[in-house]
């Protein structure tokens, strides 16, 4: 398969930063794409599979790595939180 330029290089980061876009999608907070309405349940799906990540790569992350999953994991609890109430 070519590489493509339009797309950039996946890593750890550009992964998390993918659920992470998801999760906000869900929540409500970004714009839907391609007709996806806000669930909170599948948020709520995205949320775990990041702390799943972060429990399976502790230790083996970057400081930077490490704390874009810290930090997102505590956006999206605190914003699901204020969603479900």
Known sequence: MAEDEDFPQLDFSTFVLGIIGTAFVHLGDAPPLDGV????????????????LQR?????LTGDEERLLDQALFDLKSRYAEVTR
Not at 37 to 51: K, S, Y
Not at 56 to 60: D, F, M, Q, R, V
């Open 37 to 52: 309405e806000p669930d909170v349940e599948l948020a709520r799906q995205n949320i775990d599979l990041l702390v799943i």
């Open 56 to 60: 399976k790569t502790k230790g083996n």
